[in-house]
T-cell receptor, first 115, second 110 residues
């Protein structure tokens, strides 16, 4: 059983650029949630994808967008990068539209630095 | 007010000590409760679920008080390997998401 894999592991971008982060869900999981974790903070919910559609969104602006593919993998896109977007971006896969009782498995994250 | 609030610590305690973490949540619609552990520069990992009746897993005991909207984690006989950040997490089945507290940092000293 493969776990959640994220790519790339580290990334440096310039303010104003665009970035795409990728996540492959754990085998058998059909739901992917994305979180942003700034230094010293807990993970903040960005959005979730279930059956290739957005299934809930946190308090993030529209320049944060995503996709889910038929194989349940997912992408997080961030446009017009700002310095405050520097953070660890975590992807978590789960079952049943993100019902917490089915468990969440996290990838090791992508560390994004915006300069 | 944050949806899930924790004392950020850090807690610095000697090996063998008992340490307790507290957490409060603001949304009474919360349906499931967890403690996650996060090591430095790693992803969060589930430590244990929290049930209304309270539950224990070895040296770890978790309690939930729905009336007070309060969750706790007790670590007995702490080990050096317990040093990590402990994240309080609440889940909403209807909203299909889990929400994290900001975490409490624990450091165990020899």
């Amino acid at each position: 059983e493969t776990g959640v894999t994220q790519s790339p592991t580290h990334l440096i971008k310039t303010r104003g650029q665009q970035v795409t982060l990728r996540c492959s869900s754990q085998s058998g999981h059909n739901t992917v949630s994305w979180y942003q974790q700034a230094l010293g903070q807990g993970p903040q919910f960005i959005f979730q994808y279930y059956r290739e559609e957005e299934n809930g969104r946190g308090n993030f602006p529209p320049r944060f967008s995503g996709l889910q593919f038929p194989n349940y993998s997912s992408e997080l896109n961030v446009n017009a990068l700002e310095l405050d977007d520097s953070a660890l971006y975590l992807c978590a896969s789960s079952l049943a539209g993100g019902d917490a009782n089915y468990g969440y498995t996290f990838g090791s994250g992508t560390r994004l630095t915006v300069v | 007010r944050k949806e899930v609030e924790q004392d950020p610590g850090p807690f610095n305690v000697p090996e063998g000590a008992t340490v307790a973490f507290n957490c409060t949540y603001s949304n009474s619609a919360s349906q499931s409760f967890f403690w996650y552990r996060q090591d430095c520069r790693k992803e969060p990992k589930l430590l244990m679920s929290v049930y209304s009746s309270g539950n224990e897993d070895g040296r770890f005991t978790a309690q939930l008080n729905r009336a007070s909207q309060y969750i706790s984690l007790l670590i007995r006989d702490s080990k050096l390997s317990d040093s990590a950040t402990y994240l309080c997490v609440v889940g909403y089945s209807s909203a299909s998401k889990i929400i994290f507290g900001s975490g409490t940092r624990l450091s165990i000293r020899p």
